[in-house]
C-alpha cells in the first residue's frame, strides 16, 4: 500500500503561484513514477504533469507547459507541483497519484491516489 497526502493548495489571484507537495509512505518513494492530476467542477481528471522514477524524464500537459514544474525529493519522499503564472482555468481538485510500473499518464494506469487539495485562481 501506498499513501499519498497532498498540500499547498488555496485561493490565489490569477498571475500569481502555488507550490503543492505530496508526501508519500509506504512502500520505496525512489522506485514510483509520480504524477499530478487535476479535476475541474464539471469535468473529467486530467494529467497535468509526471516526472519518472529516475528523475530523467518529466512530462506535461500541453495547458501548463511553461507553466508549472514537477520535481521530487527522494530523501523526503515527497514530489512536488510548482504552479506559475495562474490561471482561472487552473482552479482544480489537484491530485498527486503514483504509477508503479511503466505505461502511459492517463487515469487508468496509475495504481495510487491521494485525496487531492483544492486551488482557486481568481480573476
Known amino acids: 500500500q501506498v499513501q499519498l497526502v497532498e498540500s499547498g493548495g488555496g485561493l490565489v489571484q490569477a498571475g500569481g503561484s502555488l507550490r503543492l507537495s505530496c508526501a508519500a509512505s509506504?512502500?520505496?518513494?525512489?522506485?514510483?513514477?509520480m504524477g499530478w492530476f487535476r479535476q475541474a467542477p464539471g469535468k473529467e481528471r486530467e494529467f497535468v504533469a509526471g516526472?519518472?522514477?529516475?528523475?530523467?524524464?518529466?512530462y506535461y500537459a500541453d495547458s501548463v507547459k511553461g507553466r508549472f514544474t514537477i520535481s521530487r525529493d527522494n530523501a523526503k519522499e515527497t514530489v512536488y507541483l510548482q504552479m506559475n503564472s495562474l490561471k482561472p482555468e487552473d482552479t482544480a481538485v489537484y491530485y498527486c497519484?503514483?504509477?508503479?510500473?511503466?505505461?502511459?499518464?492517463?487515469?487508468?494506469?496509475?495504481?495510487?491516489w491521494g485525496k487531492g487539495t483544492l486551488v482557486t485562481v481568481s480573476s
Open positions: 497519484a503514483v504509477r508503479l510500473y511503466g505505461g502511459s499518464w492517463s487515469n487508468g494506469s496509475m495504481d495510487y
Open positions: 509506504g512502500r520505496t518513494f525512489s522506485s514510483y513514477n
Open positions: 516526472i519518472d522514477w529516475s528523475e530523467s524524464n518529466t
